[in-house]
């Protein structure tokens, strides 16, 4: 059964940094895009991050100089390194992979998400 799964939120202070992790597992044919996305609650999902398989990148512009997305497409993995946060970046942090799980067909699949939270 294919999941993603993320790691690496908590709490740190404003300045600090944190590194998420998301990997994909179980049967995939090829993953496409991948990113992140951050949810508050009642809130609707937005973008933070996304990486094309080749490495084109495009960040939420209130995040542009302090996150870095990355992927290594032998392990089917994401990774968000998250630098100078702000309280401002608190919010569940999702992982989103535009994959294929047999042939062409491709679908959206998310992570359960990861709590990040910036105390100030």
């Known amino acids: 059964q294919l999941q993603l799964v993320e790691s690496g939120g908590g709490l740190v202070q404003a300045g600090g940094s944190l590194r998420l992790s998301c990997a994909a597992s179980?049967?995939?044919?090829?993953?496409?895009?991948m990113g992140w996305h951050r949810q508050a609650p009642g809130k609707q999902r937005e973008l933070v991050a996304a990486?094309?398989?080749?490495?084109?990148?495009i960040y939420r512009d209130s995040v542009k100089g302090r996150l870095t997305i990355s992927r290594d497409n032998a392990k089917n993995t994401v990774t968000l390194q998250m630098n100078n946060l702000k309280p401002e970046d608190t919010d569940v942090y999702h992982c989103n992979a535009k994959l294929a799980v047999v042939g062409p067909i491709v679908n959206d699949y998310w992570g359960q998400g990861t709590q990040v939270t910036v105390s100030s």
């Open positions: 990486i094309t398989r080749s490495g084109s990148t």
């Open positions: 179980g049967t995939i044919f090829s993953i496409n895009d």
